[in-house]
């Protein structure tokens, strides 16, 4: 879908310090506040095969449940949730959002058994519904819609350096047993948690709209509020077309029932099933190196390597969108690291050596980090309002069933076959189901009338 201007217009003066401040004073403490929310719920993945697993008696598939069943109850609240932050404000439904959860990953710190972790990850889902779509239409009420690609890339840095920075974290806690009597994988339950209350609570009195943030200009604030109206001026009237044309106008239900949002709903699950994948399992993979090169890992080392997937995966994240902010978003951006994830994910265990399956896994994670930011450009270009808020939900929440079945589905095809072989492909499978979805998509807009550019998705990536 490419938008609808490749040819962008110079900037003006007041155009780039407003994008600018907005990079540098909105961005970074939401990307922390993602930060923070993607650590706590892959500490699971950590933990795992550091001792949870063996204190806790799981096998492979009550493990990949356990980390899956978590999107359950995140699934379940996801378009109430978001429906909730338009009408309460982002400011204090965020905030709520990370002091529950940030109280329930705490509580981590005692489980006893596999049914209570099961209980608190289905907790933990609920706690976090609505995080990430609510923050994604918060961003992109700060920026018109050519900037998006750029603001969103510096959001979704926080998640592979999520990993970059805690993964080398968790292993210095993980080797932190005795403190206040818990083992090492408990203590780092209580530390990651701690930081999602106490952010959540900034953030009540942090965040604002852009009509009442007084560090921008006059002139900056003019331009960036008549920039937003202008743009939402321009689907309202496009919405007045379409009534016209007999259809309904976009509405919570509306946006509900849009081919265009579910297509890109399941588009979206393969990105996620090919993340968690990867997220839930990679520290297990290379806890496997242990036996199948016969080398030996501590926790920071371990840590340590989990990271190398991720450092090249942020370069390429922040490249690949500024590319597409540059050109204009093209169909490309999301096929092309759709099919290179696709095809390089069930290579890495085929690789021979340790060193050469963290390569293509790398790749892998380049990929799919790629992919994703560019990808939610495109729901913001053609929703707006209440109807943008349950169309990203929506598919943030049909994602996310991958969020369940990813982990499941790759436990239990471990167990039934012994190895990580097969799931790697199922995974690669989803992938490029998502690529040709994206393809799908991008062809049908050729036939979309040139008066609905504006608002149809189908007319954004050509």
């Not at 818990?182 to 953030?203: D, H, K, Q, S």
């Not at 060193?355 to 994703?372: K, R």
Request: charged residues 10%.
């Amino acid at each position: 879908m490419d938008t609808t201007a490749t040819q962008r217009p110079p900037q003006s003066a007041v155009e780039k310090s407003t994008v600018r401040k907005v990079a540098f004073r909105v961005v970074p403490f939401v990307a922390l506040m993602f930060f923070i929310n993607y650590l706590d719920r892959t500490a699971v993945g950590f933990a795992a095969p550091n001792g949870m697993n063996a204190d806790l008696g799981l096998t492979a598939a009550q493990f990949g449940f356990a980390s899956g069943v978590f999107f359950i109850g995140y699934i379940l609240l996801e378009v109430p949730s978001n429906v909730a932050l338009v009408r309460f404000g982002a400011r204090r439904w965020l905030s709520r959002i990370m002091v529950s959860w940030g109280i329930v990953a705490a509580l981590f710190t005692w489980v006893q058994n596999f049914e209570q972790l099961a209980i608190l990850r289905f907790l933990l889902g609920v706690a976090e519904a609505g995080f990430f779509p609510g923050a994604i239409l918060f961003l992109s009420l700060w920026v018109p819609s050519q900037h998006r690609s750029k603001i969103l890339a510096l959001f979704y840095l926080a998640q592979p350096l999520t990993t970059v920075i805690g993964a080398p974290l968790a292993g210095l806690l993980l080797q932190s047993n005795g403190v206040f009597g818990l083992e090492g994988w408990r203590f780092m339950y209580l530390v990651v948690a701690i930081p999602a209350i106490v952010v959540g609570i900034i953030a009540w009195f942090y965040l604002t709209s852009p009509k009442d943030a007084k560090w921008l200009t006059e002139p900056e604030r003019t331009w960036l509020l008549t920039s937003l109206d202008d743009e939402n001026a321009a689907k309202i009237k496009a919405e007045a077309k379409k009534a016209k044309a007999g259809a309904k106008k976009a509405s919570t239900f509306s946006a509900l029932k849009m081919g265009r949002v579910w297509m890109l709903a399941f588009i979206y699950f393969g990105f996620i099933y090919g993340l968690y994948a990867l997220a839930f399992f990679l520290p297990t993979i290379i806890d496997g190196f242990q036996t199948t090169a016969g080398v030996k890992f501590d926790f920071v080392q371990k840590g340590l390597i989990t990271a190398i997937p991720y450092v090249p995966a942020a370069v390429v994240l922040y490249l690949w969108s500024r590319d597409a902010t540059r050109r204009g978003l093209k169909t490309w951006h999301i096929v092309i690291p759709a099919l290179v994830g696709g095809v390089s994910i069930p290579l890495a265990l085929l690789a021979g050596s340790p060193a050469a399956t963290i390569a293509i896994i790398t790749v892998t994670a380049c990929a799919i980090f790629a992919a994703l930011p560019n990808f939610w450009t495109v729901p913001t270009q053609f929703l707006t309002g209440v109807a943008a808020a349950a169309g990203i939900a929506l598919i943030n929440t049909i994602g996310n069933l991958a969020g369940f079945s990813a982990p499941f589905i790759t436990g239990w095809v471990h167990d039934w076959t012994g190895g990580y072989i097969v799931p790697m492909f199922v995974v690669g499978g989803f992938m490029l189901i998502s690529a040709l979805l994206m393809t799908i998509l991008a062809s049908r807009g050729k036939a979309v009338d040139a008066d609905a550019e504006q608002t149809d998705v189908t007319a954004l990536v050509h």
